[in-house]
C-alpha cells in the first residue's frame, strides 16, 4: 500500500521536459502535502533534438500546463503548422502532389463528404473540396489572426519548432511555475527492489535519487526500460523500411522570405525528404534506407533538393532503429519518448506520442503500488493500439504508391510487408470510403478517419461507391459543399501571410482569454 509521491524523470529533452510539465501542472494542488516532480539530467549527453513538426494536440498541451503562446513563438523560434504536402509520392512525377490538411472535412461529424465527392467529383480534389486548408498553405497564410486569442484556430494548427530551444523554453517553465526539481547528474544505475521495482537511481553528481514512478526519457539509451528492467525492443523494419536519416539547417536566401506553414514531405528514389520553415530558418533532411541506398548516394540527394545554397553546409547523419519496446510500463517504471520507440518522422508522431503517454500517466496516476500493476496494463493496451495504428497510417503512404523506378517503391507494396489489419481495411475501402465505424472509435485517435481520406483520395485510390446507396444525402452534400466553399473565399480573402503574423506576435502579443 505504498503511496505514490515522488516522480522521478530521468532525461530531459523534449520528452522528459514535456512529461514533467504535464504531470507537474495536475498534480500541483498536492505539492503542499508532498508530493514532488524530479527530473534528473545529464549534463554531458546533448538532445537530439532534430523533430521539429508537432500535433494540433500541443496547442492544448501548452494551455494546460500554462504556457503563453505568444512566449512560445518568441523563445522558441516557431511557425504555424496546416498540415503537409506530399509531392512525388503517387507517381514521381513533377505535378504529383497532394495535401494532409488539419482541418476536418466540411460537416465531419454530420456527412462522410467522401462517399459524394467519389460519386459525383467536379474535376477538385478532395482536399479542396471539403477543405480551404490546402488553398490557404498554397497562399502562404496563416491560420489564424493577431485579434484571435492564444490557442485558438480560425484554421485548425499545429506548431513547427526549434526542438532545442522548446526543451529549454519548456524547463525554465517547469521550474519557475511548475515546482519541478532539476538535478544535473549523469546516472550511473538503477538500485531495485526484490520484486524488480526501482528504488533509486544513483548519479555520479548528485548521489541516489529515490522514487516511487520512474519515468525513462533517456532517449534511444532506454537506461531504465532497456537496461536495467530487459524489456525487449520490437523493431518494426520488415513494415517501414528507412532506418536513417540525413539533417541540415539552410538559411533563407532573403529574411523576408514566405515561410512554409505546412511540412514539405518530397519523395527520393529511396526515401524522403523533409522541409519545415521556421522564421530564421529551414530544418530539411533525407530520410531513406540505407538497405535499398549508400550514405554517399543519399547525401547527393539531399544537396541536389538543397540546390546551390546547401552545397556545403554540414550534415548530420542519425540513426533510426524503427520499432517499440513490447511493454511501456513494467514494474514501477514507464518508458516515454525515444525510450518507448520510434518511427520514422513522416507525419510527426513523435510528440503527441510523448503528450498522449504524459497525459496518461498523470490522469491516472496510481494512488499506491496496489494499483500500479492494473494501471499500468491499462497504460500499455492503449499504447501498442495507437503504436500500430500509426505504424498502419504511415505504411498507407508507401503502399499507395505507383513508383516502380527503384527497389525501395516496389518493396514498399509487397504484400509480406503490409499489417494485416492494413490489408483488410484497404480491402474494405475499395468499396466504401473511411468512416468512424473502421475502428476510429477510441478517445483521441492520433490519425482519424478524415486522415485516411486525405492520403487515400490524395494518392488517387480508388473506392467504387454506388450511386443509390447514397442518394438520400444528397441535399445535405450539397448544401456541405456549398458551405466548404464559402468558408474557403472568406478566409483566403481574410487570414494574413504567415511571416506578416509571426512577427506581429513576437512584437506585439496575442490576445490571452
Not at 522558441?76 to 476536418?104: E, I, V
Not at 484554421?155 to 511555475?177: I, P, S, V
Not at 499489417?419 to 481495411?425: A, E
Amino acid at each position: 500500500m505504498q503511496s505514490v509521491q515522488n516522480i522521478v524523470i530521468v532525461g530531459g529533452g523534449t520528452a522528459g521536459w514535456l512529461t514533467a510539465g504535464i504531470i507537474a501542472a495536475r498534480h500541483k494542488g498536492r505539492m503542499p502535502g508532498g508530493f514532488t516532480v524530479t527530473l534528473v539530467e545529464s549534463p554531458t549527453t546533448p538532445i537530439i533534438g532534430v523533430g521539429e513538426g508537432t500535433w494540433p494536440t500541443l496547442r492544448s498541451t501548452l494551455s494546460k500546463i500554462g504556457v503563453s503562446e505568444s512566449d512560445f513563438f518568441r523563445e522558441c523560434n516557431a511557425s504555424f503548422k496546416q498540415g503537409a504536402r506530399f509531392a512525388r509520392w503517387t507517381t514521381g512525377a513533377p505535378d504529383d502532389g497532394y495535401y494532409h490538411p488539419l482541418m476536418l472535412p466540411q460537416g465531419f461529424a454530420r456527412i462522410n463528404l467522401a462517399e459524394h465527392w467519389l460519386a459525383e467529383g467536379n474535376g477538385q480534389t478532395f482536399c479542396d473540396t471539403v477543405t480551404p486548408q490546402g488553398l490557404l498553405c498554397d497562399d502562404g497564410l496563416a491560420p489564424k489572426t493577431i485579434t484571435t486569442p492564444e490557442f485558438e484556430a480560425v484554421a485548425n494548427y499545429a506548431y513547427h519548432l526549434d526542438a532545442g530551444k522548446f526543451a529549454g523554453f519548456l524547463q525554465r517553465h517547469c521550474c519557475e511555475k511548475l515546482g519541478v526539481r532539476h538535478v544535473l547528474a549523469d546516472v550511473q544505475h538503477a538500485t531495485q527492489a526484490e520484486n524488480g521495482d526501482i528504488l533509486s537511481v544513483v548519479t555520479e553528481q548528485a548521489g541516489e535519487i529515490p522514487g516511487d514512478l520512474f519515468v525513462d526519457c533517456t532517449g534511444f539509451a532506454a537506461l531504465l526500460i532497456g537496461k536495467t528492467l530487459g524489456v525487449p525492443f520490437k523493431s518494426c523494419s520488415d513494415t517501414l523500411f528507412c532506418d536513417t536519416a540525413l539533417a541540415v539547417q539552410i538559411p533563407y536566401d532573403d529574411p523576408e522570405d514566405p515561410i512554409a506553414s505546412h511540412t514539405i514531405s518530397t519523395a527520393q528514389s529511396a526515401g524522403w525528404v523533409w522541409d519545415i520553415g521556421l522564421p530564421t530558418r529551414r530544418g530539411v533532411g533525407h530520410v531513406y534506407s540505407s538497405s535499398h541506398i549508400s550514405d554517399e548516394t543519399a547525401e547527393r540527394e539531399l544537396r541536389a533538393y538543397l540546390g546551390p545554397a546547401g552545397r556545403d553546409l554540414p550534415v548530420r547523419k542519425l540513426a533510426i532503429r524503427a520499432g517499440h519496446r513490447e511493454t511501456f510500463w513494467k514494474n514501477n517504471c514507464v518508458a516515454i519518448g525515444l525510450a518507448a520507440g520510434f518511427l520514422e518522422p513522416l507525419e510527426a508522431s513523435a510528440i503527441v506520442l510523448i503528450e498522449m503517454s504524459a497525459k496518461l500517466v498523470a490522469e491516472q496516476m496510481p494512488v499506491n503500488r496496489a494499483v500500479m500493476d492494473i494501471l499500468a496494463a491499462r497504460f500499455n493496451a492503449t499504447t501498442h493500439y495507437r503504436w500500430g495504428r500509426i505504424i498502419d497510417f504511415l505504411k498507407l503512404h508507401y503502399v499507395l504508391t505507383k513508383r516502380t523506378d527503384s527497389d525501395f517503391w516496389r518493396d514498399n507494396v509487397r504484400a509480406a510487408s503490409i499489417p494485416d489489419r492494413l490489408k483488410d481495411l484497404l480491402t474494405l475501402w475499395k468499396y466504401q470510403p473511411p468512416w468512424f465505424h473502421d475502428e476510429f472509435d477510441r478517445v483521441e485517435e492520433v490519425f482519424p478517419a478524415a486522415s485516411y481520406q486525405y492520403v487515400l483520395y490524395g494518392m488517387g485510390f480508388k473506392t467504387d461507391i454506388a450511386r443509390d446507396a447514397i442518394s438520400g444525402e444528397t441535399r445535405l452534400a450539397q448544401q456541405t459543399r456549398r458551405e466548404a466553399a464559402v468558408q474557403t473565399e472568406r478566409l483566403r480573402g481574410g487570414l494574413p501571410r504567415h511571416r506578416d503574423l509571426i512577427r506581429k506576435i513576437v512584437e506585439h502579443g496575442l490576445p490571452t482569454i
